[in-house]
Nanobody, 116 residues
Framework: QVQVVESGGGLVRPGGSLRLSCVASRNIFSFYSMGWFRQAPGKQRELVARVTSGGSTDYSDSVKGRFTISGDNAKNTVYLQMNSLKPEDTAVYYC??????????WGQGTQVTVSS
């Protein structure tokens, strides 16, 4: 079983920044992909950003140019740097680690609220 723990959420004003962290209980590059999803109230969970073990990245159109996903293998941590935050970025953010065999591991989520 893999433990996944997110942190770094909080309340921030529009235009501000936050960095989310996702710590895994094992080497993150043992996973095929590492990603961040979010779910706003009344909406479906959606992909925000994803990086594969090969280094390919994928971003939602709504966050391109503002968010950056990265990983630190030595710390078993995946980061999501979020800049120029908007109220519509308000959601619970979840870390996802996926194996090539199709297993998914999720964290408990961290709340991000963008409000003045």
């Amino acid at each position: 079983q893999v433990q996944v723990v997110e942190s770094g959420g909080g309340l921030v004003r529009p235009g501000g920044s936050l960095r989310l962290s996702c710590v895994a209980s094992r080497n993150i590059f043992s996973f095929y992909s590492m990603g961040w999803f979010r779910q706003a109230p009344g909406k479906q969970r959606e992909l925000v950003a994803r990086v594969t073990s090969g280094g390919s990245t994928d971003y939602s159109d709504s966050v391109k140019g503002r968010f950056t996903i990265s990983g630190d293998n030595a710390k078993n941590t995946v980061y999501l740097q979020m800049n120029s935050l908007k109220p519509e970025d308000t959601a619970v953010y979840y870390c996802n680690l996926a194996t090539i065999a199709g297993y998914d591991y999720w964290g408990q989520g961290t709340q991000v609220t963008v409000s003045s």
